[in-house]
């Protein structure tokens, strides 16, 4: 009798959670309150938190490919979990390695026209918002050049390593450079470190989400602006791929980038509960687009442990 009344409760129970677990997967996320208002806002390098780097570690060494990728620097993964605002926690692997990031670094000009267009050296227009939102959304080579030869490479460079933003540091292994077009002609402007000419590493771009998640890039109206062009991303490749499958109704702020055996992306997830984080990528391997995909539901266990 004990063991069938115990019986009845465990399915009870489940039933409850599984009831409860879909309501929150049922509910668009209100994304209207980011960019977050917290008013002391720490570096993001002073937020590494020891049990998520070592929780980070152990899944991703589990995995025998991503483990000698790993050792051999050619692939990074970073992840901040937002789920408290008010405590976010970071971890990282090969945070500082860059590597050759194809269209991930189109969020550079991104944040270089918002800089130009907030101090009044881009003139606002159409074409202009047009052109951003096509180089985010899909990731149009054509208007992300146009935005270049718009800003010049001394512009994006200068605001990739304002102290305000700090995205690019040698001291730090470098991190996002935009220095070539994203056309077949035109000069080039390489960074200083590994001479990319598209360039990221993990730690620089998870920073450059968490910035913009706490309206800490160029101003908080800009930081929303950005916000606004970033999400609902048009392809559904990577990290979204799985995404639209484990969180339908999670909202995506997202760039991504792919040139032959070099697959990035990064994303901040807004869902229900548990599911607000910050997932970055760099990977050096013709199945990077697949491990992109994997990575997703792994790191998740990371932050629901």
Request: glycine letters at 4%.
């Amino acid at each position: 009798m004990n063991k069938l009344l115990i019986s009845i409760t465990l399915i009870v129970l489940f039933g409850i959670t599984a009831c409860s677990q879909e309501v929150q997967d049922s509910v668009t996320p209100d994304y209207s309150q980011l960019p977050l208002k917290i008013s002391d806002v720490k570096p993001l390098r002073s937020l590494i938190d020891a049990t998520m780097q070592d929780r980070l570690l152990e899944v991703l060494n589990k995995n025998k490919k991503w483990k000698r990728l790993i050792a051999n620097k050619r692939m990074a993964v970073g992840l901040v979990d937002l789920s408290d605002p008010e405590n976010p926690k970071y971890a990282r692997v090969n945070g500082n390695v860059m590597m050759y990031a194809a269209s991930l670094p189109k969020i550079a000009v991104l944040l270089a026209a918002e800089d130009a267009l907030e101090k009044d050296e881009l003139i606002d227009s159409d074409s202009i918002q047009q052109d951003l939102r096509l180089m985010i959304s899909k990731s149009s080579n054509q208007a992300a050049t146009r935005m270049i030869d718009r800003l010049g490479y001394d512009k994006i460079e200068s605001v990739l390593k304002d102290p305000i933003y700090d995205l690019y540091d040698e001291d730090y292994g470098g991190g996002l450079w935009v220095g070539k077009r994203y056309a077949k002609l035109g000069a080039r402007h390489p960074e200083p470190l590994k001479g990319l000419s598209h360039a990221a590493t993990v730690s620089q771009v998870c920073r450059y989400y968490y910035m913009l998640a706490y309206g800490k890039l160029v101003s908080y109206d800009r930081s929303k602006i950005m916000l606004n062009m970033m999400v609902d991303p048009e392809l559904h490749h990577k990290f979204v791929n799985t995404l639209d499958q484990v969180a339908p109704r999670a909202k995506i702020f997202r760039k991504s980038g792919t040139w032959k055996n070099f697959h990035t992306d990064s994303v901040l997830v807004w869902g229900p509960e548990w599911r607000r984080y910050i997932l970055v990528a760099l990977i050096d391997d013709p199945e990077g687009e697949k491990i992109c995909r994997d990575l997703v539901t792994e790191m998740e266990k990371v932050l629901n442990h």
